[in-house]
């Protein structure tokens, strides 16, 4: 079963930066659009950003020029970098195909202290 591994989050103060990354097992994913998601405790889960496969990318308002999408095809991986935290960004963080979702991973808790 392919199974989604998203890694690098913890806690940073505000005005902080992370980069977190998403790799999958057993699917190559430079072929699919891929999206990274947060879901904050009591909240609906959101769309953050997503790339397609040519590099293409598209950005929720609310991280529009703090966060940058990217992939490395080569690795199989896609990344999220986050500049200038704000503790509303606190989150559990997921990466997934935006359409068609596979089955979603464990995430990577985001912190942000003010």
């Known amino acids: 079963q392919v199974q989604l591994v998203e890694s690098g989050g913890g806690l940073v103060q505000a005005g902080g930066s992370l980069r977190l990354s998403c790799t999958a097992s057993?699917?190559?994913?430079?072929?699919?659009?891929m999206a990274w998601y947060r879901q904050a405790p009591g909240k609906q889960r959101e769309m953050v950003a997503f790339i397609n496969s040519v590099g293409a990318t598209h950005y929720a308002d609310s991280v529009k020029g703090r966060f940058t999408i990217s992939r490395d095809n080569a690795k199989n991986t896609v990344y999220l970098q986050m500049n200038n935290l704000k503790p509303e960004d606190t989150a559990n963080y997921y990466c997934?195909?935006?359409?068609?979702?596979?089955?979603w991973g464990q995430g990577t808790q985001v912190t942000v202290s003010s």
């Open positions: 057993q699917r190559t994913l430079s072929i699919y659009v």
């Open positions: 997934n195909r935006l359409t068609t979702p596979m089955a």
